[in-house]
């Protein structure tokens, strides 16, 4: 059997030539000088601690330019001290933690990003065109076009969004909603790439691009995560400077009370703790690993750290506290027929991507109805869709007082809890309303409950829904603040003047996309949303299940947790390593061993936020929901 553990350990020194050329530094001088051969041993040294100073004092210029303090300050006057005083030996030494240290870095980074590259790996890169003589062409993903006609093979992953066409399909989501089991999807459905069709082939109707595609605005995001590595050394940015002044004052005061230049070297050896310079972004990347894991893609450590403060959280109500997938009730006519009022609203209703949209269009099908001839249509943000016919006619459909623009003396139609009415008009008169209701998730109430037991002192509801609607949803999840009827802009004021702060915003669609950007942290819920929603937002749920938004929130809590115990480990065992050192009771070589395995362990315990399982959310500590948002007004 080969040696499959030497050969992983020749790989990782080809894949970090400075460790390698670090040790075999170390190697050979310990052998020069054990062969009687010191002068060699010093010039063998002080040319490898020179180069890796050289290397080192230049990113450390770029730093201090771009404005950032760090501590490669200290290391750099570590090693040239311990080659002026002669203690090359343990110059050596600190080279080989720097090296190794920076290659431990890029490990556990490559480590923690697997469950984020995995997602990448996923993406199709062609699909299957069927033709108008029914012929099937294979084509890249990034040719294909909305309307193409795609057929999608057994265990073929679907390469862009779309509309089912065949009268079922079943269909493995887990990629993006975290549910284990296939999903069966009917004629008129929308099926998205990413997923994994089962065991028949069916055909679909391409509705978007590949750059449009959810699954594509999903990859974007993990490399943004990937390569967002700067805000996650702003936490140990901030004992960097104190560190390193009071290191430099223990190495010269040392010196002066001693006389020895010596010490000088001898305390500074201790004095390059690795949890400040690695250990906090290890355990960032293993935080952004774990929600990775539970379905929450972080984009970078900065929202991590935000996420982990967090006091207060602002929810959106369709699709986020509710499923997302309204269903019809009833449709009540009004100057027409109920079918001529589906088809008018099926008509309109194509041209938006709130929920609302794809049960009416649906509906419509299903009654055999052909959606009304739209000449234009646009969608005027948490209000509606405003269309005009082949006919010239205008038609509205949305909220009561959109459409009661057009429609004088408009009545609204009693409605139970829970339930939607989406108005339909058509010129002045009000041609009638489609009743939907949009159940909340059954996780819904537990998720507020658990957030509130990880500390959180402010919930609300932020909506563009009416009142009885909202505060129906609000009383079965467990929050008393309601905020109905908001436009983006009430939304964004309202989230700017909600205390206590840091404040996280949840929500899903396209027009929470300026709110979720306001907040000081938002999370969108993407397995269904829209991608404006996903950009804007600093994280996104893949899966559809919304009790992944308090499970960020602790795995945020404990990374920033282990990364403070990291780098106040180091900050704590060097101290008292230097103050040893300053007395004259630590040589430079021995100081230097120590510190490597300070670093060991400060690195180790960093890993551990990669670990475990999933987070056990605590119940909520009480029942206290007073007063939840200070409206503007109030500010």
């Known amino acids: 059997m080969a040696d499959t553990g030497g050969m992983r350990i020749v790989g990782f020194f080809r894949s970090y030539p400075l460790v390698a050329l670090a040790l075999a530094a170390l190697v050979l001088t310990l052998v020069l000088l054990g062969l009687g051969a010191p002068g060699a041993a010093q010039i063998l040294a002080t040319a490898v601690i020179a180069l890796v100073v050289v290397l080192t004092a230049i990113d450390m210029v770029r730093d201090l330019l771009a404005g950032t303090w760090g501590l490669d300050v200290l290391a750099v006057v570590a090693m040239v001290s311990t080659v002026l005083v002669g203690e090359y030996v343990a110059g050596l030494i600190i080279v080989l933690m720097l090296t190794g240290g920076e290659a431990i870095e890029d490990y556990a980074a490559g480590r923690a ?92 109707r391409a509705t978007a691009t590949e750059q449009e595609s959810q699954y594509h605005a999903i990859v974007e995001l993990v490399g943004e995560a990937v390569a967002s590595k700067a805000p996650m050394v702003r936490l140990a940015d901030r004992y960097a400077v104190p560190f390193t002044v009071l290191s430099l004052l223990i190495a010269g005061v040392s010196w002066a009370v001693s006389g020895e230049a010596v010490r000088f070297a001898e305390v500074l050896v201790v004095a390059t703790p690795c949890p400040l310079l690695i250990a906090a972004p290890v355990a960032f990347m293993g935080g952004m690993s774990r929600t990775a894991r539970i379905g929450v893609i972080v984009k970078n450590g900065g ?21 997302g997938r309204p269903e019809i009730r009833a449709v009540h006519p009004g100057s027409l027929p109920a079918d001529e009022v589906l ?98 998730r059954p996780e ?117 947790r282990i990364a403070l115990q990291s780098i106040w480990l180091g900050i704590a065992i060097s101290l008292g390593l230097m103050l040893v050192a300053a007395f004259g009771f630590l040589p430079a070589v021995l100081g230097a061993i120590l510190q490597e395995g300070v670093d060991l362990v400060a690195i180790l315990g960093a890993l551990r936020a990669l670990g475990g399982g999933p987070i056990a959310v605590p119940p909520a500590a009480g029942e206290d929901h007073s007063d939840d948002f200070v409206s503007p007004e109030r500010v």
Request: glycine fraction near 8%.
């Open 444 to 560: 819904a109430r537990g998720t507020v409950a658990a957030l509130r037991g990880l500390g959180i002192e402010r919930c609300a509801i932020l909506t563009g829904d009416v009142a009885p609607t909202a505060e129906s949803i609000a009383a079965e999840v467990g929050i008393d603040t309601v905020h109905a009827e908001c436009t983006p802009s009430t939304k964004v004021d309202l989230v700017a003047a909600a205390r206590p702060r840091p404040v996280l915003m949840v929500g899903d669609g396209i027009n929470d996309a300026p709110v979720l950007a306001a907040a000081d942290v938002g999370i969108a819920m993407g397995a269904r949303g829209a991608t404006a929603a996903s950009e804007a937002a600093a994280a996104v749920v893949t899966a559809d299940d919304i009790s992944t938004v308090a499970q960020a929130v602790a795995i945020a809590r404990r990374t920033v």
């Open 303 to 323: 929202a991590i750290e935000t996420l982990s403060r967090v006091r207060s959280v602002a929810f959106d109500k369709t699709g986020t506290l509710t499923r």
């Open 113 to 204: 990003g697997r469950e984020l590259d995995a997602l990448i790996s996923r993406a199709p890169a062609f699909a299957s065109r069927l033709t108008a003589a029914g012929e099937i062409e294979r084509i890249p993903v990034r040719a294909v076009a909305p309307g193409d006609r795609l057929l999608v093979r057994p265990a073929e992953v679907l390469p862009v969004d779309g509309v089912l066409e065949d009268a079922h399909a079943s269909i493995d989501e887990s990629s993006l909603t975290g549910e284990p089991l296939p999903v069966t999807r009917a004629a008129g459905e929308e099926v998205h790439s990413g997923t994994v069709n089962g065991t028949e082939a069916f055909t679909m």
């Open 343 to 440: 088809v008018l609203a099926a008509g309109a209703e194509q041209y938006s991507v709130h929920v609302f949209a794809a049960p009416i269009v649906a509906a419509a099908h299903h009654r055999g109805l052909r959606p009304a001839e739209v000449a234009e249509a646009a969608e005027v943000a948490t209000n509606g869709v405003q269309a005009t016919l082949a006919d010239g006619t205008e038609v509205r459909v949305g909220k009561p007082a959109f459409v009661a623009e057009r429609v004088p003396g408009l009545r609204r139609t009693p409605l139970t809890a829970g339930e939607t009415a989406v108005y339909v008009s058509r010129g002045d008169e009000l041609a009638g309303t489609i009743v939907l209701a949009d159940p909340v």
